[in-house]
């Protein structure tokens, strides 16, 4: 059974003009005589995207072979020892989304700016020595702030430490079509910038909140073709794409676990690998796993991100 | 970025015509999938298109900054102390959104119009030489204390030569004083008459007093019939428009923004004691008398190491919350700024209301001997940096003169 015009990969217009023509499967014209036959309605270029899109198979891989991909995955160290033991030992893992949730003032930026000099550090440390793209769509990123967090990784000399922030690289945004304009543009940074491993954007929530204060459906129709973007840059370029969203409400005192939901609903979850949960405390820092393809779900209590 | 050639001007306007929109930058608002179906170009065309569509819309090479190349965005507006500039990690930062919050009478408008003298000073003394934008919708605005304040401020920051030197009608000429009564005219100037203001280039600061006295309940009145619901949809809304306009205004006139937010009450069904009755009740409210434990062993140092200034206020955040108030507008609202600073007191006790908790049958005899700590009969005031993101939180203890807030070293209490 051969198959039809309407499942290939094609303008809706190539579609119609083929079924108009009376073409509605791949057999009819796969026959070499019929060429000059679609030359009668079709240019050179369409009859080359339709032999193309023929040929196009729809890939399927074993779960072995994904297996094998998942284990020579990289990870780089958070640098903070009770986040890392959240996250299997490992760490944040490369061709991966990882979510991180919380409310104004719980530390989301102190954390994307320690991831970014984290994937910095050298492997000998737990890092990856690898760039990062600082994606700031609230105006977060200072270079005080991140000198500040540089210091605070772990055992590391002030002149070390400032040397980490020459791999950030920051992008400023402000509403919707910039950010989607900037992440379109990816490839081209990827070849500009080389050896970067992290994307942080902080935050993805408010851009489209700013673009579209009142319309929540389209919201919601640009998070998700937004969130299909990101699953596939993160795996063809194989970087860790770390996604800051604003919680829902205030947390509880207490569970943080069960009380963690995003402003923007479970859009982000959905591709995330890893969901991390924000809050601060009286004492410090509350960061819980509250969602992860990889490992259990867990809590835990730091004195500073 | 160099200009459009015709034939790329041409596609870009097939584009938008197309997809039906209005300008260019807004065939980027529907999936890539729904552009190609809506221009009913190929493959090959579609992504030329939109790669011309990104790059007219966000030019990335321009924006790509380096986080050294940033040291130079880091510019301070002081507060005219140092250990406060120090708490809050070297004063009101250029390009910040600051939210000021705390109980009425706490300082927040004191505060402000320090800042206002402040970021006119000269740069040779820590200022930058900038005017300033007065936004006032609580009652006029107090011109008297600023011009009180003016030369104890710039005298004790300066000194006395460049104190005597300056006249303060200087410093209230470049304050521009906007007032307003409701919402709707407040919005109105921030859509107008605000960018003509900062688009003379010398505004460093403008400030919001306060940005919630109107949008904190539903004023007016030609909605008589709008329900709560419509009536908070409609102010996230106001707020976010207002909140992405202001970003980028502070990034680009380089320029810090400090709003002034009232506290609301939080209602919670068990009001911490049990009775789940969900009204706050007096045990909530500031309350000025304390006890202390028995007085068998407590000396000056005893009693001060108990009721310190860290401890028993804990962190403004902690203290506010135990106290069932939060700030006013909301979590859409705490999403738009990125520094909180909290100010709160907690009010001298009268030597009457003093009480030893374990003596309290005899203390008619006790109170003759013994003298209540200093630090309990005087009002306290705190500042803190309850959450940013360029300093760790931090809190200060001030006090409040006719020059205005300076902090306090606990050597000296």
């Not at chain 1, 009770?82 to 954390?111: M, N």
């Not at chain 1, 070849?191 to 851009?207: D, R």
């Not at chain 2, 309990?376 to 020059?403: G, K, M, Y």
Request: hydrophobic fraction near 40%.
């Amino acid at each position: 059974m051969s198959r039809s015009v309407l499942s290939l990969r094609l303008p809706a217009y190539l579609q119609t003009k083929l079924i108009q023509n009376g073409y509605h499967t791949v057999a009819d014209f796969d026959e070499a005589p019929l060429a000059e036959d679609l030359a009668q309605f079709l240019t050179q270029s369409e009859v080359r995207s339709l032999a193309s899109a023929a040929q196009a198979q729809p890939s399927a891989h074993s779960a072995w072979s994904i297996q094998q991909q998942a284990l020579t995955r990289s990870y780089f160290s958070t640098q903070l020892s009770q986040l890392d033991t959240l996250l299997g030992g490992r760490g944040i893992p490369l061709g991966c989304i990882t979510e991180v949730i919380g409310e104004a003032g719980s530390g989301q930026t102190e954390l994307c700016l320690r991831l970014c000099l984290a994937a910095r550090l050298p492997a000998a440390q737990g890092g990856l020595g690898v760039n990062s793209v600082y994606i700031d769509t609230v105006g977060s990123f200072s270079y005080c702030g991140a000198a500040r967090a540089a210091h605070r990784l772990s055992a590391l000399s002030s002149p070390l430490a400032t040397s980490l922030l020459d791999g950030i690289h920051v992008f400023r945004v402000y509403v919707a079509h910039e950010l989607m304009a900037l992440l379109s543009s990816f490839d081209q940074i990827i070849s500009h910038i080389a050896g970067v491993g992290l994307v942080v954007v902080n935050t993805v929530s408010w851009p489209f909140l700013a673009s579209f204060a009142s319309n929540i459906a389209r919201r919601q129709v640009l998070h998700t073709e937004l969130s299909h973007v990101l699953s596939q840059m993160a795996a063809k370029y194989k970087v860790a794409i770390v996604l800051v969203s604003q919680a829902k409400s205030p947390f509880g005192r207490s569970n943080l676990l069960s009380s963690s939901s995003s402003m923007d609903g479970d859009v982000w979850a959905r591709v995330a690998a890893n969901r991390i949960s924000l809050q601060r405390r009286s004492d410090g820092f509350s960061i819980a796993l509250s969602a992860s393809t990889m490992h259990p779900t867990g809590e835990t209590l730091v004195n500073d991100i | 970025m160099s200009a459009l050639t015709e034939e790329e001007q041409a596609l870009l306007a097939k584009c938008v015509a197309k997809v039906g929109c209005e300008e260019p930058h807004q065939c980027l608002h529907i999936p890539y999938s729904e552009f190609l179906r809506s221009t009913g170009l190929t493959e090959e065309q579609g992504q030329l298109a939109w790669a011309l569509l990104c790059r007219t819309t966000y030019p990335w090479q321009q924006h790509c900054r380096l986080a050294t190349e940033l040291k130079d965005d880091d510019v301070w507006i002081s507060t005219g102390d140092l250990e406060i500039d120090k708490c809050l990690g070297g004063g009101i930062r250029l390009g910040s959104m600051v939210e000021v919050v705390g109980e009425s009478a706490s300082g927040k408008t004191q505060l402000c119009i320090q800042l206002a003298i402040s970021a006119q000073l000269p740069e040779t003394y820590g200022g930058l030489d900038g005017d300033v934008i007065y936004i006032s919708t609580e009652g006029p605005f107090p011109v008297n204390r600023l011009e009180s304040m003016v030369y104890p401020l710039v005298h004790r920051v300066c000194g006395e030569d460049y104190a005597t030197s300056v006249d303060p009608a200087d410093f209230m000429h470049r304050i521009q004083v906007a007032e307003f009564d409701s919402m709707e005219t407040m919005f109105h100037a921030f859509d107008y008459k605000v960018p003509a203001l900062l688009s003379t280039g010398n505004v460093r600061l403008m400030i919001v007093d306060s940005i919630a006295a109107h949008l904190r309940f539903n004023t007016s009145d030609d909605d008589a019939g709008q329900s709560p619901f419509a009536f908070y949809k409609e102010r996230s809304e106001s707020l976010v428009a207002m909140g992405a306009k202001f970003k980028r205004w502070a990034n680009e006139y380089s320029c810090a923004f400090v709003f002034i937010n009232q506290v609301t009450d939080m209602f919670t069904g068990d009001n911490g004691n049990g009775n789940g009755n969900g009204t706050p009740s007096a045990e909530f409210r500031s309350r000025p008398g304390l006890s202390l434990p028995s007085q068998g062993n407590s000396t000056e140092s005893d009693s001060s190491a108990e009721l310190s200034s860290s401890t028993d206020m804990g962190t403004g955040f902690a203290a506010m919350a135990t106290r069932k108030k939060a700030p006013a507008l909301g979590a859409v609202w705490s999403n738009i700024i990125d520094t909180r600073i909290m100010m709160y007191q907690r009010r001298g006790i009268a030597p009457s209301e003093f009480r030893l908790a374990s003596d309290a049958q005899d203390d008619a005899t006790n109170q003759a001997t013994i003298e209540p700590p200093s630090h309990l009969l005087r009002t306290r005031r705190w500042i803190e940096n309850a959450f940013s993101p360029w300093a760790p939180s931090a809190q200060c203890e001030v006090v409040l003169d006719e020059s205005g807030f300076q902090h306090i070293s606990h050597a000296n209490s």
